[in-house]
Structure formats: structure tokens, C-alpha cells
T-cell receptor, first 113, second 111 residues
């Protein structure tokens, strides 16, 4: 099992640019979570999907953030336009249908200049 | 304040000593989980304790849960330098399946 796969691992971009983060959950997992981690705010849940359907997006900071899950094996988190305050590590995690443990990917370290 | 607050924020001990970290929360929960994060890495699940359980063991880890006090503790016995990491508690509330993470305890085990 390859675990949760995230790409890119590092992203440096300029303010105003569009950023797309990608996640491939563990095969057979039907729940997917996007988190953001910063020193100031810790680990925050942005949005989570169950069976490809967004269930709770109350953590999405603002309209500049959007997330999609077109199929069970792929999700994207898009920031458009990006701002310096979006700089953070973004984690994707997945969970089995009957389970409570979340399995985290290695994260994408985003720096917006 | 935030659900799932860890105490202390940082802990430094010598190899072989025990490390105890505490977590407090505010709402009713289904379960409480502890995760570990090495620097620059993702979180790794350590142990889960359900709301009807009081104590759980896994190797050198011991977790307790006191729902009346809304608190949990993680004990790592006979610590090793490789245990150096940040440790987070996370609560799954009864209202849904989302996890809310605390701010973490940075543990340093000196060889």
C-alpha cells in the first residue's frame, strides 16, 4: 500500500497565482480530508468528503479556496488567487468506510511570495 | 479556547525516562485519538480510545481517558531519542465524523 499520495511536495508561487494541490487517497478509503497546518493556527480541517461528496466545508477560509473530488481516487484543493497568508503545509488524509483512524499524506509545503 | 488542548506545549526529557502529555477537550466525544508528527512529515496515528474506555495500551504507550473531566493523557514509557516528535490529540465529536486537533506537545528526548 503506497499510502496517501500528495503532489507537489513543495510549491513556491507568487501572490495572485493559482495553486492546485493534489491528493490520491488510499485505495478502498471512502472519506478524504484536507487540512492546513500553520504555526499560528495549528492543524485546521478545511473540508472533508464522504464517497466523493463534500460533507463539511465550514473550514474553507474563503471563496478563494475550492476543493473537488471527481472520483474515489483523486481530489484537488485549489487556491485562486493565492495570497502570502495562504503559506502553510496542506495535508490530505483518508479513512476507511468503517474506521476511525485517518491516514495522512506527507503534505504539500506552500509558500506564496 | 480550542477543542483538544495539549499540556505541556513542550517537554524535554532524557532517554529512558517516561513522558506524560495531557489533553483537555470541551464537547461530548465518540473517541479520542493520539497522533505523532515528525518534523516535516505527516501525522501518524498512534492509538485510539473510545468514550466508554478508560485506559488503553499499545507497546510503550498508555492512554487514559476521563470523560467526566474531559481529559486524556498519553504516557510513553522508557523513552528513546527516536520518540522525539510532536504529539497531537484529536477528538471525534458525537455530532459528526470530523476530527478536531489540539495544538500539540513537542517532545524532545535527549540521548
Amino acid at each position: 500500500d503506497a499510502g496517501v499520495i500528495q503532489s507537489p511536495r513543495h510549491e513556491v508561487t507568487e501572490m495572485g497565482q493559482e495553486v492546485t494541490l493534489r491528493c490520491k487517497p488510499i485505495s478502498g478509503h471512502n472519506s478524504l480530508f484536507w487540512y492546513r497546518q500553520t504555526m499560528m493556527r495549528g492543524l485546521e480541517l478545511l473540508i472533508y468528503f464522504n464517497n466523493n461528496v463534500p460533507i463539511d466545508d465550514s473550514g474553507m477560509p474563503e471563496d478563494r479556496f475550492s476543493a473537488k473530488m471527481p472520483n474515489a481516487s483523486f481530489s484537488t484543493l485549489k487556491i485562486q488567487p493565492s495570497e502570502p497568508r495562504d503559506s502553510a503545509v496542506y495535508f490530505c488524509a483518508s479513512r476507511r468506510p468503517v474506521g476511525e483512524t485517518q491516514y495522512f499524506g506527507p503534505g504539500t509545503r506552500l509558500l506564496v511570495l | 479556547s480550542q477543542q483538544g488542548e495539549e499540556d505541556p506545549q513542550a517537554l524535554s526529557i532524557q532517554e529512558g525516562e517516561n513522558a506524560t502529555m495531557n489533553c483537555s477537550y470541551k464537547t461530548s466525544i465518540n473517541n479520542l485519538q493520539w497522533y505523532r508528527q515528525n518534523s516535516g512529515r505527516g501525522l501518524v496515528h498512534l492509538i485510539l480510545i473510545r468514550s466508554n474506555e478508560r485506559e488503553k495500551h499499545s507497546g510503550r504507550l498508555r492512554v487514559t481517558l476521563d470523560t467526566s473531566k474531559k481529559s486524556s493523557s498519553l504516557l510513553i514509557t522508557a523513552s528513546r531519542a527516536a520518540d522525539t516528535a510532536s504529539y497531537f490529540c484529536a477528538t471525534e465529536e458525537t455530532s459528526g465524523s470530523r476530527l478536531t486537533f489540539g495544538e500539540g506537545t513537542q517532545l524532545t528526548v535527549n540521548p
